[in-house]
């Protein structure tokens, strides 16, 4: 199991929640009501922790398939929890007009993360 690509994708994807969590600060300020903008920030946190603990399981794996199933979940979770609250968040200005749809994601992104901090539970160190 060669670590490094799992330790790139964890950065880009820390990097990503950076640039999205200045992009909706900056440049989405004044474009989204304070609820939408409450909502944006709401999938940055989750994003931002989630990918430091991308980080951590990545530098951690040692050929465990327990981090590698959590390392998945948790990697899902933000691109379905995250994902899905940045497009929420922002349906008005790209043009979504029924977003009832994305709602319905977000819980589906929150049982990835579950599922990845709870499988955790099964991981037993090598002494």
């Known amino acids: 199991m060669n670590k490094d690509k799992y330790v790139k994708l964890a950065a880009v994807v820390g990097a990503l929640a950076v640039m999205l969590g200045a992009f909706g600060a900056h440049g989405l300020q004044y474009k989204l009501t304070d609820y939408q903008l409450s909502i944006f920030k709401i999938g ?5 922790i989630h990918a430091v603990l991308l980080l951590f399981l990545s530098i951690v ?3 465990s398939k327990v981090i590698l199933i959590s390392y ?3 990697l899902v979770g933000i691109v379905l929890f995250a994902g899905s609250l940045y497009l ?5 200005i790209l043009g979504i007009s029924d977003g009832t749809w994305l709602g319905m994601i977000t819980p589906l992104g929150g049982l990835s993360f579950i599922a990845g901090w709870l499988n955790l539970v099964r991981y037993k160190t090598h002494h």
């Open 44 to 48: 940055v946190q989750y994003h931002m």
């Open 88 to 92: 929420l968040a922002s349906k008005d």
């Open 72 to 74: 998945y979940c948790i």
């Open 61 to 63: 794996m040692h050929h």
